[in-house]
């Protein structure tokens, strides 16, 4: 239909009953009447509940009612009202296809606001790690509206007549053409994404990528920065990030501690043999720690070689050098008792009589 035609069909000359007009102003009035008030009626109820409840889902149903718009009830009203009319085949399309648009555009609000209820959900379920950044939040709650508006624009498009089957086409060729373009760009985006759900680690923890470490202070749609040790900031693509090897220290449960000295040769065998219960005392009389092995391990050049591992039940490094600290001044004081020499490098000088007499 084109636009003269579409004029010509409100030329609706043949209403011969006055009373049509009537019914149909009479049932928008009571439709629009009865809507408003339920709507002040469910409102009035589940706010009522929430305030009472510490539970999130009825704030979400009392915001849904809240914003249903008055727009989309006129729109009901309308539709509702034009039945009795013997309006020409055009405008009831014309009314029936505007409707509908309202209808589409009030699942549109309502669509944003659940995608938001349930992120925040997903954030508050983090708090514990600490949420990730509001960047990444900032950008899956973008794409998720986009994603419902798209759909909901195909669709009130499909309902006057389009060719929506064209326009996806054309979209996904335009769409193919951005992602080559921006690849780079995009691709930190879905990393930072990736970032935000999978949770490889979250904003305080101390991270460590190849020969970089340092604790982690921002994470964002295109890049993550840490403050190393030294005070600097290292920043880091997020694509480049992901593909790197991450150690993550702070989700550390124990630290397993592994050390080693050695004595001389000069050693007496009893006392070779009572090293390891010396160190295995001496370990577990330190707070927070699980002693695991002490063994007399090799023959060295310069000494004969122990090797001891424990474990520290918590992932605090200050905490692995206070005990480390206190077993190197308990073995030393040990030893002294017990009469047993650290060995240390050192260089034998071979000298044969005739460079002697020579001399």
């Not at 030393?332 to 020499?341: G, H, L, W």
Request: proline share 2%.
């Amino acid at each position: 239909m084109n636009f003269s035609d579409w004029i010509s069909s409100w030329n609706f000359i043949h209403i011969d009953d006055i009373s049509s007009w009537l019914v149909s102003l009479g049932v928008f009035v009571a439709t629009l009447t009865v809507l408003r008030i339920i709507k002040a009626i469910i409102s009035k109820k589940i706010s009522n509940f929430a305030n009472k409840t510490q539970t999130t889902i009825d704030d979400l149903l009392a915001d849904l009612v809240e914003k249903t718009k008055l727009f989309s009830l006129l729109a009901v009203s309308v539709y509702l009202a034009s039945i009795p009319l013997n309006f020409p085949s055009g405008v009831v399309g014309v009314i029936e296809g505007s409707v509908v648009i309202i209808c589409l555009l009030q699942i549109a609000i309502w669509g944003n606001l659940l995608i938001g209820y349930l992120i925040s959900c997903y954030v508050s379920l983090e708090s514990e790690e600490q949420s990730p950044a509001a960047a990444s939040t900032t950008a899956l709650t973008f794409i998720g509206k986009l994603i419902v508006c798209s759909l909901l624009l195909l669709v009130g498009l499909d309902n006057f007549g389009f060719d929506i089957t064209a326009l996806v086409a054309s979209f996904g060729i335009g769409g193919i053409a951005v992602a080559l373009a921006a690849q780079n760009i995009l691709g930190d985006l879905f990393a930072s994404l990736s970032i935000m759900l999978d949770k490889p680690f979250v904003i305080g923890d101390f991270i460590i990528i190849d020969e970089y470490m340092g604790s982690v202070e921002y994470i964002g749609l295109k890049t993550t920065r840490i403050r190393s040790l030294s005070g600097e900031q290292l920043v880091f693509s997020n694509t480049d990030l992901l593909k790197s090897r991450v150690r993550n220290f702070k989700r550390m449960q124990e630290r397993r501690a592994i050390f080693a000295f050695g004595v001389t040769y000069q050693t007496p065998y009893e006392k070779l043999v009572a090293i390891p219960k010396i160190v295995q005392e001496i370990i577990e009389s330190q707070k927070s720690t699980r002693f695991d092995r002490a063994h007399f391990k090799e023959y060295g050049d310069f000494a004969l070689n122990f090797e001891v591992v424990y474990w520290v039940k918590a992932p605090d490094h200050k905490l692995y050098m206070d005990i480390q600290q206190n077993i190197n001044l308990s073995i030393f004081q040990r030893f002294e008792d017990e009469c047993i020499e650290f060995a240390f490098p050192t260089q034998t000088l071979f000298l044969n009589k005739e460079s002697l007499s020579k001399e």
